[in-house]
């Protein structure tokens, strides 16, 4: 059965950085397309960024040229590198392989 759990959130001004990381057990992770999501109260649950099995990454259009996706398949490691962080950026941020496994969330809150 697999299993995902997520780590690096937490309090940050605007402006500045977090990683996120999300570590998976139980599937063969190389096979799957790896995504970020995240979701606030009230509104709609959002991919952030993906990586496919193959390496391609897409992102939303709001983070682009803010946040990177990577991964290493060695380690069943997935990755959210958040740059110039945004109050609108505030949300739980939620770890999926493919359509089938997902994390707990961690939460990013950005505020001065």
């Known amino acids: 059965q697999g299993q995902l759990v997520e780590s690096g959130g937490g309090l940050v001004q605007p402006g500045g950085s977090l990683t996120l990381s999300c570590e998976a057990f139980?599937?063969?992770?190389?096979?799957?397309?790896m995504r970020w999501e995240r979701q606030t109260p009230g509104k709609q649950r959002d991919t952030v960024a993906t990586i496919f099995h193959d390496g391609r990454t897409s992102y939303l259009y709001d983070v682009k040229g803010r946040f990177t996706i990577s991964r290493d398949n060695a380690k069943n490691m997935v990755y959210l590198q958040m740059n110039n962080l945004k109050p609108e950026d505030t949300a739980v941020y939620y770890c999926?392989?493919?359509?089938?496994?997902w994390g707990q969330g961690t939460q990013v809150t950005v505020s001065s």
């Open positions: 139980g599937l063969q992770f190389n096979l799957y397309d």
């Open positions: 999926k392989a493919g359509a089938t496994f």
